[in-house]
């Protein structure tokens, strides 16, 4: 789930952009309200993708679209404020109109979705298949007069309160390399095997997105090398079992364990969902991660 929707589709896979033109790097955040996610639908649907690739082709002055791709694929309704993606542009067009493209952006682009920043990427460079870790949250509000108003596109209800430490040892077990089958969305010819690098729960007082003094904020982060299709928010649904009360603190790692969704398991809704960041190696390790990422992967020997 991501979030990442591996059913949609990316751009032709290259090592690095074409002779003559330039690899485009580009960091932006956007709100998931009003979007059917970030990948293009045949079904005309409003999409981030297709927004940026739009508002991109017109600001460039440029009769053909430019493809993006992205380091994760969010899907409808689910939030990003470290979002990274690339495209490639004829290097006479980047040269000469580069510098003005941000400004250009910020007049085109709708108020839901912003680019941060534009330059050239590093030799090697790809969005999706370079990054070696996404970061997502999760926010819960459990309180029993629910979420503040303004806050409600990002942030769940959950009307049962919940114990975070309980949440937190069910977390630990999840914890690693593993086949998640259990929480995926499963697609053909797909790997459901990640590895889960942190998954915490905190009880909060105020947060950096959202602001001060917001009762009864329950936040999951969580860090994986990539993530399946409806992968992080099964694995909240998981977790809020667990911290109403519902499940004991092993539940998750039973369910992870018997290969098979679980039908008392709910994928959580998508709007208390967002991407936080993306991390990158050094630069002279972006092409070898780029490819060791293409790799149909398996299980490490234990």
């Known amino acids: 789930m991501t979030t990442t929707a591996d059913c949609a589709e990316q751009p032709e896979r290259r090592d690095g952009p074409a002779e003559g033109a330039v690899r485009v790097r580009l960091d932006l955040s956007y709100d998931g309200t009003e979007f059917s996610g970030w990948a293009k639908q045949k079904s005309g649907r409003r999409t981030v993708q297709g927004e940026l690739e739009d508002a991109i082709r017109v600001v460039l002055r440029q009769p053909e679209v430019f493809p993006l791709t992205v380091a994760g694929r969010t899907d409808a309704g689910v939030h990003a404020r470290g979002q990274v993606a690339h495209l490639d542009l004829p290097r006479e067009l980047w040269l000469a109109e580069g510098e003005k493209l941000l400004r250009r952006l910020a007049g085109r682009l709708p108020g839901d979705v ?97 602001g001060p003094a917001l009762p009864g904020l329950v936040v999951g982060t969580v860090r994986a090398d990539a993530f399946c299709h409806n992968m992080v928010r099964a694995l909240v649904g998981s977790m809020l079992l667990v911290g109403g009360g519902q499940r004991p603190a092993d539940f998750p790692a039973r369910v992870l364990a018997g290969g098979v969704r679980d039908s008392a398991v709910t994928v959580v809704r998508p709007h208390g969902l967002t991407l936080e960041e993306v991390g990158y190696p050094a630069d002279a390790e972006l092409a070898a991660r780029s490819r060791a990422a293409r790799n149909l992967r398996v299980l490490s020997p234990r």
């Open 114 to 210: 912003r680019v941060w920043r534009a330059a050239e990427a590093p030799a090697g460079f790809d969005a999706r298949f370079s990054a070696v870790w996404r970061r997502y949250a999760y926010r819960v509000c459990d309180t029993q007069a629910g979420v503040d108003p303004l806050r409600r596109s990002h942030v769940l209800w959950h009307d049962r309160e919940l114990d975070v430490e309980l949440m937190n040892a069910a977390a630990r077990e999840l914890v690693g390399e593993h086949d998640f089958a259990a929480y995926c969305k499963k697609r053909e010819g797909a790997t459901t095997i990640r590895e889960l690098l942190d998954f915490r729960w905190e009880r909060m007082p105020g947060d950096a997105l959202l």
